[in-house]
């Protein structure tokens, strides 16, 4: 049976939205790779200031490292580059993004976390993983 395995540090909030429209199994539970796995499906969630603080700490380039390990590796960024507070040029991080896209780890930016959530549940949809309900979405 697939299961969607959530990493138990993700914001209640947020991981509760995927969980309530997810129609397989939740576990959370500390994963080493990844906010959401199935099977050969890893998705790092990061917000524009993680993202930043990650390059900046050189943890992106590890979790990446280990993300490959993947058949489909992404990485999902959320918020604005007019979000930033950190004193990251906006052009490192773009890129950064050109190096994990080199990598051949997709990038996907989305606006809202409800966008976000949405997009988790569709990927793991479209490689197979699970069938999504017809009907609303709910937040």
């Given at each position: 049976?697939?299961?969607?395995?959530?990493?138990?540090?993700?914001?209640?909030?947020?991981?509760?939205?995927?969980?309530?429209?997810?129609?397989?199994?939740?576990?959370?539970?500390?994963l080493k790779?990844?906010?959401?796995v199935?099977?050969?499906?890893?998705?790092?969630?990061?917000?524009?200031?993680?993202?930043?603080?990650?390059?900046?700490?050189?943890?992106?380039?590890?979790?990446?490292?280990?993300?490959?390990?993947?058949?489909?590796?992404?990485?999902?960024i959320s918020?604005?580059?007019?979000?930033?507070?950190?004193?990251?040029?906006?052009h490192?991080?773009?890129?950064?993004?050109?190096?994990?896209?080199?990598?051949?780890?997709?990038?996907?930016?989305?606006?809202?976390?409800?966008?976000?959530?949405?997009?988790?549940?569709?990927?793991?949809?479209?490689?197979?993983?699970?069938?999504?309900?017809?009907?609303?979405?709910?937040?």
């Amino acid at each position: 049976m697939k299961v969607l395995l959530i990493d138990d540090r993700e914001p209640p909030s947020f991981a509760e939205i995927v969980a309530k429209n997810c129609p397989i199994p939740i576990d959370l539970k500390r994963l080493k790779t990844g906010d959401y796995v199935c099977e050969d499906v890893a998705i790092e969630r990061k917000t524009i200031n993680d993202f930043a603080a990650s390059f900046k700490g050189r943890r992106l380039f590890t979790q990446a490292e280990r993300l490959k390990g993947f058949e489909h590796p992404f990485i999902l960024i959320s918020g604005q580059m007019s979000d930033l507070y950190s004193r990251v040029n906006p052009h490192s991080i773009l890129g950064a993004i050109a190096y994990l896209a080199s990598q051949k780890i997709t990038i996907i930016k989305v606006d809202s976390y409800e966008d976000l959530a949405y997009l988790i549940l569709k990927l793991m949809e479209k490689f197979g993983k699970l069938k999504m309900q017809n009907g609303a979405f709910k937040i």
